[in-house]
């Protein structure tokens, strides 16, 4: 039996230590509280960052979509104003024309003159003609506006052309009034 004694510690030794663990236990609680409230705020802190970098590139991003539109107007505006001023000339000319006299043979000859001007800014701007006697009728370049029965074309065939259509690369300015052989 006094080798129990031996292994037994006195009540008093006993209550010491159930009250430093007791206050061990808490103080480690509080580190850990103090350790997550100390990275809830951090988190706090850069949850903030992150929503004022997303705002700002938020209006950033704003910012750009309303500069390209005003670029493209500009751009837009300038196309137009290059264009307008290649047909001035012409214009010019038409209104000289106007007022020449119709029966002299310069008045023809201004004519020739004015179609040829348009035929160079039609180049230069690489407009091309799509509908002529003889092609093959095409509903996405060509509008059947008149049927003949003719046996001296074919099924599908373009007789002749009552409106000029044109396109520039893949892009369809308008479409050509054809009359079509059945």
Do not use: C, W
């Not at 951090?42 to 750009?64: G, H, I, M, P, V």
């Not at 509903?139 to 003949?148: D, F, G």
């Amino acid at each position: 039996m006094e080798e129990e004694k031996k292994t037994e510690t006195p009540p008093e030794v006993e209550g010491e230590t159930a009250e430093q663990a007791e206050k061990t236990a808490e103080k480690g609680k509080k580190e850990k509280k103090s350790k997550k409230d100390a990275e809830i705020e951090k988190l706090k802190a850069e949850l903030e960052q992150k929503s004022e970098l997303l705002l700002r590139t938020a209006a950033e991003f704003d910012n750009y979509k309303k500069r390209t539109e005003r670029e493209k107007a500009g751009v837009a505006e300038y196309a137009r104003a290059s264009l307008i001023k290649q047909i001035l000339p012409i214009l010019d000319n038409i209104d000289r024309a106007a007022a020449a006299d119709k029966e002299s043979p310069e008045y023809r000859k201004g004519i020739e003159m004015i179609i040829k001007q348009f035929e160079t800014l039609q180049s230069g701007l690489q407009i091309v003609e799509i509908a002529q006697p003889g092609d093959t009728f095409d509903p996405n370049l060509h509008e059947a506006v008149m049927h003949v029965e003719d046996e001296n074309y074919g099924e599908n065939v373009i007789v002749e052309v009552l409106q000029k259509g044109y396109k520039t690369g893949d892009t369809v300015i308008r479409v050509a009034m054809v009359k079509v052989a059945n």
